[in-house]
């Protein structure tokens, strides 16, 4: 098992960027798929980005392909989501995840170890 510390949320004006750290604890952090989720107000927890444990495969959700590129330090334990071009519905508590497995997740179901959650919140 891992224990994730998500970290790096805060408010941004829309069109600007934010990068989300998720530091793991444990010897296995590289065994590890981990995926990013986020959950605003009144709305089911959702998709974001995942990253296998090597970090040479990733896969986006449409509404932040293209804005957002996740990326991990195995030598570090933590991986990260660099978010630019923001939208106000970016708004969301953002989850990381993680799986200990070689292939990629999209379901929160799918992932059994998460983080506390880090606020971000885009104005317009």
């Known amino acids: 098992q891992v224990q994730l510390v998500e970290s790096g949320g805060g408010l941004v004006q829309a069109g600007g960027s934010l990068r989300l750290s998720c530091v793991a604890s444990g010897r296995t952090f590289s065994s590890y798929a981990m995926g990013w989720f986020r959950q605003a107000p009144g709305k089911e927890r959702e998709f974001v980005a995942v990253?296998?444990?090597?970090?040479?495969?990733?896969y986006y959700a449409d509404s932040v392909k293209g804005r957002f590129t996740i990326s991990r330090d195995n030598a570090k334990n933590t991986v990260y989501l660099q978010m630019t071009s923001m939208k106000p519905e970016d708004t969301a508590v953002y989850y990381c995840a993680a799986r200990s497995t070689t292939s990629l997740y999209y379901t929160p179901r799918q992932y059994d170890q998460w983080g506390q959650g880090t606020q971000v919140t885009v104005s317009s």
């Open positions: 990253i296998n444990w090597s970090g040479d495969r990733t």
